[in-house]
Nanobody
Framework: QVQLVESGGGLVQAGGSLRLSCAAS????????MGWFRQAPGKEREFVAA???????YYADSVKGRFTISRDNANDTVSLQMNSLKPEDTAVYYC???????????????WGQGTQVTVSS
């Protein structure tokens, strides 16, 4: 059973930056694809970014060029660097993990508790 714990959310002004981190435990980190999702009030949860053990990041069009997902495979952590934040990025952000197969924007079995990101205009 994989456990995921996010940290790093908060309040930031538009144009600012935040870095989210997710610590994974209880599984073999190299076997999992890691992703970030978000859910804004009144909206469905949506894919943000994901990365396999050793490959490039894969991003939703809405964050491409502004967000960067990275993995520290030695420490079983995944991070999301968010730059040029916009008010529409406001949401609860979730870290997720799944067996490393298939499409990166779906099929995640393990989820963190979420961390709030609020971008003020």
């Amino acid at each position: 059973q994989v456990q995921l714990v996010e940290s790093g959310g908060g309040l930031v002004q538009a144009g600012g930056s935040l870095r989210l981190s997710c610590a994974a435990s209880g599984g073999t980190f190299s076997r999992y694809a890691m992703g970030w999702f978000r859910q804004a009030p009144g909206k469905e949860r949506e894919f943000v970014a994901a990365r396999r053990w050793s490959s490039y990041g894969y991003y939703a069009d809405s964050v491409k060029g502004r967000f960067t997902i990275s993995r520290d495979n030695a420490n079983d952590t995944v991070s999301l660097q968010m730059n040029s934040l916009k008010p529409e990025d406001t949401a609860v952000y979730y870290c997720a993990a799944k067996w490393d197969s298939g499409l990166l924007d779906r099929g995640y079995a393990y989820w963190g508790q979420g961390t709030q990101v609020t971008v003020s205009s």
